[in-house]
């Protein structure tokens, strides 16, 4: 027992006069101050317009669709709804209010406008007739009859096409709805079967014909 304690004590003493590597010496220099530079937020060119970046500059979210009743900018519904209770806190009045989107106009209210091209007055006036008021027959007795029901004259001109300009492209008008829209086509051979409901508000450019 008395030889292990000895061994162990003579590794022990070996150990403790090896030499260790020397740390090099660092100097230490403490962080150079950062200057904090406060630069303002970029301003959209839509700031404060309708539908464009909200009025707050530290905001400009898109979808400003709240409208300031003194300055008349628009704000995000979150800014519009913050100056709201700021001002009835210390006016006891609200001066945000959301705009309502502007519906399109109807396709019938195309027909009786004098200041719309012919050719897209008469395609509506056409397609926004009964059905029975398109097809008349051969016996006039009969279409007067027909017409003093419908409240409207039977159709004897040719079936008037119409085509515009959407997007870029020359579409072909097939179809008039009562919803107020119209239906397009790109084949502007087809005679009906549109494949997409447009505004009228979004063509332009008709004619009778496709050029």
């Keep these: ?32 101050a950062v200057e904090v530079v406060d630069t303002p937020p970029a301003i959209k060119p839509d700031k404060g317009l309708l539908g464009g970046s909200c009025n707050r500059t530290a905001c400009q979210a898109p979808g400003a669709t709240w409208v300031h009743a003194d300055s008349g900018a628009h704000y995000c519904r979150s800014c519009a709804l913050e100056i709201n209770r700021w001002a009835r806190r210390d006016h006891g009045t609200l001066l945000c209010s959301p705009i309502k989107p502007v519906e399109p106009r109807h396709c ?9 091209p012919e050719c897209l007055r008469r395609f509506l006036a056409y397609n926004r007739l009964p059905a029975a008021a398109k097809y008349p027959t051969d016996n006039e007795s009969y279409n007067a009859r027909m017409e003093e029901y419908l409240g409207c004259a039977m159709w004897r001109d040719p079936v008037p096409a119409l085509f ?7 579409v072909r008008v097939v179809m008039a709805s009562r919803f107020g829209d119209v239906g397009i086509t790109t084949n502007l051979d087809a005679e009906r079967g549109y494949v997409a409901r447009v505004a009228v508000d979004d063509l332009s450019n008709f004619s009778a014909t496709p050029a």
Excluded at 108 to 116: G, K, R, V
Excluded at 164 to 170: E, L, S, T, V, Y
């Design 164 to 170: 515009a300009d959407h997007a870029g492209r020359r």
């Design 1 to 32: 027992m008395g030889s292990l304690i000895r061994s162990m004590a003579r590794r022990q003493a070996r150990t403790s006069t090896v030499a260790r590597p020397a740390v090099p010496w660092v100097a230490y220099a403490p962080p150079a």
């Design 108 to 116: 019938d209210d195309y027909i009786d406008d004098p200041a719309q």
